[in-house]
């Protein structure tokens, strides 16, 4: 399964590199397949490559379903 996550772009360099921010992790990723992208920009990130720009509400409730997830296995990982 692929995944894309929603990541905040945070600074923007000369060879279509961003630095970008993915929860509490700042990685760099490529943003050559997407135009127009500047700081403040929220991107779907997969494999180092920004695939898509998307609103800033679509990327908050994206980032509510990860961490609902992430609550929920932390959960079952409680209980057993």
């Given at each position: ?32 397949l ?16 920004a695939?898509?720009?998307i ?26």
């Amino acid at each position: 399964m692929c995944l894309a996550v929603p990541a905040i772009v945070v600074q923007i360099h000369d060879d279509n590199i961003a630095t970008v921010e993915i929860g509490n992790v700042t990685m760099e990723a490529s943003v050559m397949l997407v135009e127009d992208v500047k700081p403040g920009d929220y991107l779907l990130i997969h494999a180092g490559f920004a695939i898509e720009k998307i609103d800033s509400e679509e990327a908050q409730k994206t980032i509510s379903l990860l961490e609902e997830i992430k609550n929920l296995d932390e959960m079952k990982g409680l209980s057993e």
